[in-house]
């Protein structure tokens, strides 16, 4: 990624880009927002098709009225007689019609049921007279829609946030650092905790301190920079500050040496 050290000058968006991280850092925050929104879109699906079916079915108790089997002509590999397994029963619909059906079984489920026993049934809306053994709820697909609800939320409305709050914070710190009055400011420490030396890269921030236009010590520190930019100044070293009149106590130290010619001509005027 080009620099600012590598050029006499930036433009404010060039700026923005830098204390963003660099284009990276802004296609992941594009990535988190399109990810999201892929994921909340493929969770309205599963939503959208389960809703689809509880409009187009209706589920209801029948109740057992027979049962039975019925042999098939045709024997199994081992010479074993094969049976059909059905019931018959008998349920009402939204209206309070009664109707008949009739289903085709597994032996388990026809082991299940005895004559008079109730059953949970689906049957269309649209064609009442056609019914089934109620399924079970997908719990695979609910848990599906679930976490595509829960992570493309999370990832949209965090990329989003990251994104909004990132590029107003680095706008203001762009327009200070290309507007504001140059002053001379001293390094005064070089911060480095330990989670930021776990981060990579390495993170750490500068203290320094400056005597504004009126004459009074003013103090500020540098947002969290990557160590290889930090390390190029030590306590005791200057480095140059831009002020703003409009917000005096949010001086912002040129890191990126886009001022380097007010710097020069500063350290030349003994300021």
């Not at 930090?230 to 912002?252: F, H, K, M, T």
């Amino acid at each position: 990624m080009k620099t600012v050290q590598e050029t006499a000058k930036a433009t404010e968006s060039e700026l923005r880009l830098l204390y963003l991280g660099g284009r990276k850092i802004v296609m992941l925050m594009g990535g988190c927002i399109l990810l999201g929104l892929i994921l909340l879109r493929a969770g309205y699906s599963f939503w959208k098709s389960a809703s689809l079916a509880t409009q187009a079915n209706a589920t209801t108790y029948a109740q057992v009225t027979d049962k039975g089997r019925k042999a098939k002509a045709q024997k199994d590999s081992q010479g074993e007689i094969q049976f059909t397994y059905w019931l018959l029963y008998r349920y009402r619909d939204e209206e309070g019609h009664s109707h008949e059906g009739r289903l085709v079984v597994e032996q388990t489920e026809w082991n299940k049921y005895q004559k008079y026993d109730d059953i949970l049934i689906s049957y269309r809306r649209d064609h009442v007279e056609e019914s089934r053994l109620a399924e079970a709820p997908n719990s695979g697909q609910r848990w599906a829609m679930m976490m595509c609800f829960t992570l493309g939320g999370a990832l949209y409305v965090g990329g989003s946030a990251w994104g909004v709050t990132g590029w107003m914070w680095a706008t203001r710190k762009a327009r200070r650092l290309a507007r504001g009055t140059p002053v001379l400011a001293e390094v005064t420490d070089y911060l480095s905790p330990f989670w930021a030396r776990l981060v990579s890269p390495k993170r750490c921030r500068l203290l320094f301190q400056f005597i504004d236009a009126h004459g009074n010590t003013q103090t500020g520190t540098t947002h969290w920079l990557p160590e290889d930019i930090a390390c190029y100044w030590s306590p005791g070293a200057s480095i140059l500050v831009l002020c703003d009149p409009e917000a005096p106590l949010q001086p912002e130290a040129d890191v990126f040496h886009v001022r380097q010619e007010d710097k020069e001509r500063l350290l030349a005027e003994g300021r």
